[in-house]
């Protein structure tokens, strides 16, 4: 499964735990110390590095497997938002800054991509008159990053969402800290209740002002992440 937004993000859920050998240490912790999950870390398992321009051409069709197989549906339904997804990805890749993250172990497993945007200049159409002045003038100072997609599998969203190593909370916070940036903007259809709470529980949150009964008017919503 995988949350798609017009031209947002996409989620799917990768989990994992700290190993077995560390029971016996455990049990010597004081008690009310706080005690891992069990399972296995994502981080030993899903290595997360980035692509270049030109690996994201070589790997296009893999991304957009991967992109297909993370939005549901049937066939059709994949085949037209494959071809949607890729037609956006060649687009965004060209702007300044792009960058585009991948998840892998045995085969790509999820991916993640935005860019930098500066108030100068056009950047992302559909964000006109959603933005207060205060991350207007983060885009002028060039502190704010578009997350255009997360492509994960759909127990990241439902397993462990709050924790650090979660897939997607990693993907984005790698994101923000290849680019020094300190806050992060996407955007969701309205409509798009389940991306909308997929976003939610990996930490982002409405604008200010903005809450599901006083949202602006508009067929999409800005939701915002702060490093």
């Excluded at 190993?19 to 005690?35: F, H, K, L, N, T």
């Excluded at 037209?80 to 060649?90: E, I, K, N, S, V």
């Excluded at 085969?107 to 207060?132: E, K, Q």
Aim: with cysteine.
């Amino acid at each position: 499964m995988i949350l798609n937004a017009p031209v947002p993000p996409t989620t799917t859920q990768l989990l994992g735990h700290p190993a077995g050998q560390d029971r016996r240490r455990r049990g010597a912790e004081a008690p009310g110390a706080s005690r891992p999950e069990r399972g296995s870390s994502p981080r030993e398992g899903q290595r997360v590095r980035p692509l270049t321009r030109r690996q994201i051409e070589d790997h296009l069709q893999e991304l957009g497997d991967l992109y297909a197989e993370t939005s549901g549906g049937g066939p059709w339904a994949w085949n037209q938002a494959r071809g949607a997804f890729l037609r956006r990805l060649t687009t965004d890749v060209r702007r300044p800054g792009f960058e585009l993250l991948i998840a892998e172990s045995t085969g790509m497993t999820g991916c993640a991509h935005g860019f930098p945007v500066r108030g100068d200049g056009p950047w992302w159409n559909g964000f006109d008159g959603y933005l207060p002045g205060r991350l207007l003038r983060l885009a002028a100072a060039r502190r704010l990053f578009v997350i255009s997609g997360i492509h994960v599998p759909p127990r990241v969203r439902r397993q462990n969402p709050d924790r650090a190593w979660n897939l997607a909370r990693r993907l984005q916070k790698r994101l923000l800290t290849d680019h020094g940036v300190a806050v992060a903007v996407t955007l969701v259809e309205r409509s798009d209740y389940g991306t909308v709470e997929a976003l939610r529980s990996w930490g982002w949150r409405y604008v200010e002002g903005d809450t599901p009964r006083t949202a602006p008017l508009g067929p999409f919503r800005v939701l915002v992440l702060d490093t």
